[in-house]
């Protein structure tokens, strides 16, 4: 895109979590500023941009904003990242970093990561009892290894404030993606009920609504910054 200015990038995914096999794909997602002159013009910028070979989705600053705002995790995580994994850093994309905590409330880390969670259960369900196809029960173990680094995360960040990306012990997350893969979805059934109560009872520091002045002084930066014409 015609004078895009990428701000904060980095690799995500199972690679950033410790799940990857020797065939997984490397993630990357990142955010980017548009010209702000654009956003008046008859044809407002993509707000997102996404590709193969390599596997990478951008989102315009506004759009990823509005994404953690709502709990997103694939979004969140991108402020949370281990510093090694970050490819991109600017001025701006540190002070993302910096407020990264003005995006989180309770209500709705719990209402995303469970429901997260919640669609990756809904898949496994569907699959029957485990005597599918190799590449069914691959697909039905990731499901499952995801569905249970959802609730992991969700419930840490729930009750601690902190987003974790890297897994202390991911041959357990692994371990389990089998289990389930093997027919034993009621693993997951129950690990999902579990995360249930734990939200429930958990007493969160996270506040009732998320930070939304800090998080717009830091998008009405970007757009200052990031005045002009697109280049031609």
Not at 43 to 53: F, W
Request: charged content about 25%; hydrophobic content about 40%.
């Amino acid at each position: 895109m015609s004078g895009m200015r990428l701000l904060l990038a980095g690799i995500v995914g199972s690679t950033a979590y410790g799940l990857a096999g020797p065939g997984s794909d490397v993630d990357r997602l990142g955010l980017f500023a548009a010209p702000t002159v654009a956003f008046h013009g008859l044809h407002p910028p993509r707000e997102s941009i996404v590709t193969t070979a390599p596997d990478r989705t951008l989102h315009e600053a506004g759009k990823w904003c509005r994404l953690a705002l709502s709990g997103n995790p694939t979004a969140t995580e991108l402020a949370w990242l281990p510093d090694d994994l970050y490819e991109t850093r600017t001025d701006l994309g540190d002070r993302l970093i910096g407020i990264r905590s003005a995006f989180l409330a309770a209500p709705r880390v719990r209402s995303a990561y469970l429901g997260y969670a919640g669609q990756q259960f809904r898949k496994l369900e569907s699959r029957g009892d485990g005597s599918f196809s190799a590449d069914t029960r691959r697909r039905t173990a990731k499901h499952a290894r995801h569905l249970a680094r959802l609730l992991h995360q969700g419930r840490l960040l729930y009750a601690t404030g902190h987003l974790p990306i890297r897994l202390d012990d991911p041959r357990s997350f692994v371990d389990f993606g089998e289990q389930v893969a093997a027919g034993r979805v009621d693993r997951a059934r129950n690990l999902l009920a579990e995360a249930e109560r734990d939200f429930d009872a958990i007493r969160t520091p996270l506040p009732e609504r998320p930070d939304e002045e800090t998080v717009e002084r830091w998008l009405l930066d970007v757009r200052a910054a990031s005045y002009g014409r697109p280049a031609d």
